[in-house]
């Protein structure tokens, strides 16, 4: 089965705090990505990366930045976090073959809150 | 961007009852994808649909990818209180290399 590990399940830091979300998968996917829930909104796509070091927008990337130096791990930053980001952020995987149009696989999700 | 329409919202239901929920599009999809998310984790993919008209069943869940490739729907039949949950659609745009898009969910209440 695929695994894809976030960090943190939970996490509260402050305003203005520059914040690290970890992602890991351990299947080999090359695509991987980085979305926010929340009530009513659904899931939005904040960045994805199809590559090691290769990085593309998403619907909402204000405020976000990621890295993807290794293959397996795709990092969220938050640079200066804000009240309005406080949310679940959710982390998936997916191979690359063909067209790319294969499921994602999703972690835990963190739950992070900005005080 | 693009824009899923999943309906309805949420349901209530009894315990054995059976469920509908669908999603719908102004666009093609090549792709339409069921998840379900339990309180607190992240989504599980539920079932995959590659063709349109394809029926494909996962125990008492079964979906299909419309004709039109424009919509799917999702029925669970003879409900049981762990099938509680939020419900996503999501599909590929036929275009190579799109992320998804996701419907904004159906939450499924289930009294026993």
């Known amino acids: 089965d695929v695994k894809v590990t976030q960090s943190s399940r939970y996490l509260v830091k402050r305003t203005g705090e520059k914040v690290f979300l970890e992602c890991v998968q351990d299947?080999?996917?090359?695509?991987m990505f980085w979305y926010r829930q929340d009530p009513g909104l659904g899931l939005r796509l904040i960045y994805f990366?199809?590559?090691?070091?290769?990085?593309e927008k998403g619907d909402i990337p204000e405020g976000y930045s990621v890295s993807r130096e290794k293959k397996e791990r795709f990092s969220l930053i938050l640079e200066s976090a804000s009240t309005n980001q406080t949310s679940m952020y959710l982390c998936?995987?997916?191979?690359?073959?063909?067209?790319?149009?294969?499921?994602?696989?999703f972690g835990d999700g963190t739950r992070l809150s900005i005080l | 961007g693009q824009q899923l329409n999943q309906s309805p919202q949420s349901m209530f239901i009894q315990e054995g009852e059976d469920v509908s929920m669908n999603c719908t599009s102004s666009?093609?999809?090549?792709?339409w994808l069921w998840y379900k998310q339990d309180p607190g984790e992240g989504p599980v993919l539920l079932i995959a649909?590659?063709?349109?008209?394809e029926l494909t069943s996962n125990g008492r869940l079964t979906a299909q990818f419309g004709i039109t490739r424009k919509d799917s729907f999702l029925n669970i039949s003879a409900s049981i209180p762990s099938d509680v949950g939020i419900y996503f659609c999501?599909?590929?745009?036929?275009?190579?290399?799109?992320?998804?898009?996701f419907g904004k969910g159906t939450t499924l209440s289930v009294s026993s």
């Open positions: 998936a995987s997916s191979p690359l073959r063909g067209a790319g149009n294969q499921p994602q696989h």
């Open positions: 299947m080999d996917h090359e695509n």
């Open positions: 990366s199809y590559d090691v070091k290769m990085k």
């Open positions: 666009s093609i999809f090549n792709t």
């Open positions: 649909l590659y063709k349109a008209g």
């Open positions: 999501a599909g590929h745009l036929n275009q190579a290399g799109t992320a998804l898009i």
